[in-house]
């Protein structure tokens, strides 16, 4: 998700999103459920029960699930640097 601090979009972790110069921020991939759940190698109704205990990152559009893939990707990372 993209925010911004002052006049420069920031991203959720605080950093600013790859730009180059006179261009828009990079846009990240949204994924569908079935994306995630073949992306993790889990079951499709595996990622539904994740997303809606707030286990995985997500958003609903049009009452469908949806994950960012770098916040899905940064997910991940902090989980396994707690292990």
Known sequence: ???FKGDRPMNTNG????MREGQRPERTQIMTTK???KYLGVHE????RWLKKGVL???KI???WRS???????YLVKRMEHR
């Open 1 to 3: 998700m993209i925010g």
């Open 62 to 64: 049009g009452g469908r």
């Open 68 to 74: 960012k893939k770098d916040l899905l990707d940064a």
């Open 57 to 59: 990152p997500g958003f």
């Open 15 to 18: 950093a600013e999103p790859k």
């Open 35 to 37: 994306e995630v759940a």
């Open 45 to 48: 109704m595996t990622v539904y």
